[in-house]
């Protein structure tokens, strides 16, 4: 069994910074693809950044140059860095991740239960 699990949300106000973790344990034999989401009340869950396993990182628009998406693959551990953080950066941010699991041959995708970000105005 696979879980990942996120950490490092909070309250913070605008212009600061948080930095997430979200760490995969079980039984894994590989993980590919790691990212972040994010949503919003009333909101469909969007990307915001996601990095393969050889390290090369996607980001959405909205998050371009603020935030940093890297990854500790000895530690099955994916960060988001998160600076100039915005009041509608405000969301339940969570950990996703393609893993394949010790004794399959094909990745699934595996979500964390989120953790909550809120930056004040």
């Known amino acids: 069994q696979v879980q990942l699990v996120e950490s490092g949300g909070g309250l913070v106000q605008a212009g600061g910074s948080l930095r997430l973790s979200c760490v995969a344990s079980g039984s894994i034999a590989r993980i590919n693809v790691m990212g972040w989401y994010r949503q919003s009340p009333g909101k469909q869950r969007e990307l915001v950044a996601t990095?393969?396993?050889?390290?090369?990182?996607n980001y959405a628009d909205a998050v371009k140059g603020r935030f940093s998406i890297s990854r500790d693959s000895a530690e099955n551990t994916v960060y988001l860095q998160m600076n100039s953080l915005k009041p509608e950066d405000t969301a339940v941010y969570y950990c996703?991740?393609?893993?394949?699991?010790?004794?399959?041959?094909?990745?699934?995708?595996?979500w964390g239960k989120g953790t909550l970000v809120t930056v004040s105005s």
């Open positions: 996703n991740a393609d893993i394949v699991v010790r004794g399959m041959y094909f990745g699934k995708v595996y």
């Open positions: 990095i393969t396993s050889g390290g090369s990182t």
